[in-house]
């Protein structure tokens, strides 16, 4: 059974950073991780997936925002930087068996573990 916890949330002024870490258990073989977000009155929107050979970043992410795991696959990060009040929400880590499809990064339905969520909340 796979199992996702989520730290690193809080509260940081627009242009600051944060670091997510989610701890992983229970994936063996590849799995398809991913960190999605979901603000007040929002849909839940994709943020970033990958895997062993890719990753895939939401446009509203890329060039501020890094993921990595690492090699034991226990741990999944998420860098942020230049954070904007936007950016504000509670931030989910994700996993699905097998190798990302791109079109995933849309479709949190296709995700079947979860994460319980950390709220980033950046200020203006």
């Known amino acids: 059974q796979v199992h996702l916890a989520e730290s690193g949330g809080g509260s940081v002024q627009a242009g600051g950073s944060l670091r997510l870490s989610c701890a992983i258990s229970?994936?063996?073989?590849?799995?398809?991780m991913a960190w999605f977000r979901q603000a007040p009155g929002k849909k839940r929107e994709g943020i970033v997936i990958l895997d062993s050979d890719n990753q895939k970043y939401a446009q509203a992410a890329e060039g501020r925002f890094s993921a990595a795991r690492n090699d034991a696959k226990t741990t999944l990060t998420l860098q942020m930087n230049s954070l904007k009040p936007e950016d504000s929400a509670v931030y989910y880590c994700?996993?699905?068996?097998?190798?990302?499809?791109?079109?995933?990064?849309?479709?949190?339905?296709?995700?079947?573990?979860w994460g319980r969520g950390t709220q980033v909340t950046v200020a203006s």
């Open positions: 994700a996993a699905k068996r097998g190798y990302c499809m791109t079109w995933w990064l849309r479709d949190d339905f296709e995700f079947t573990s």
């Open positions: 229970g994936t063996e073989y590849e799995w398809c």
